[in-house]
């Protein structure tokens, strides 16, 4: 854990960074587990409780705003913060996991390669627990600010 005399200057970064350790320490707030509910709930259409990767891929076209086949992240920004401002914290992270290439922005095969990762027993379905599992278990993991630090 952090101690005050081992803070480095405050680089944006290192803010994020910060931000995240806070959050893991105070773990996720119910309104963090309402967002992760919510972006299933928008993916999952027929409402069977089931994210089929159709569906899953079908989503990226809602982020798409100008439909040119890619989500800057000022569009997936857009959109998760107009519905809910207070999920910024956590919306921007969701992306960087989403861009599996690391290219700063996502496309098709970013969601295609991103799905398996959320089945947890692989069967080829994403389940409203497997999905809700996965964000837990993302931002329990403290890789994701090593991320945040170094890149
Ligand atoms: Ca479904
Ligand atoms: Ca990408
Ligand atoms: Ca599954």
Known sequence: ?????????LSSAFLIAML????????????HHDHFNMVFMEADKDNNGILDKSEFINSFTVYDGNKDGTVTKKEYMDH?????????????PMFDKYDMDRNGQLNISDYQKFYPLMDANN?????EQE????WV??????SMMTMSMSG
């Open 1 to 9: 854990m952090f101690k005050q005399a081992e803070m480095a200057p």
């Open 20 to 31: 995240l350790f806070g959050l893991v320490d105070s773990q996720l707030t119910s309104d």
């Open 80 to 92: 998760n913060t107009v519905v809910m401002p207070e999920h910024l914290m956590i919306v921007d």
């Open 123 to 127: 069967d080829n379905l994403v389940t």
């Open 131 to 134: 999905f809700h599992n996965y």
């Open 137 to 142: 278990s993302v931002f329990g993991d403290h």
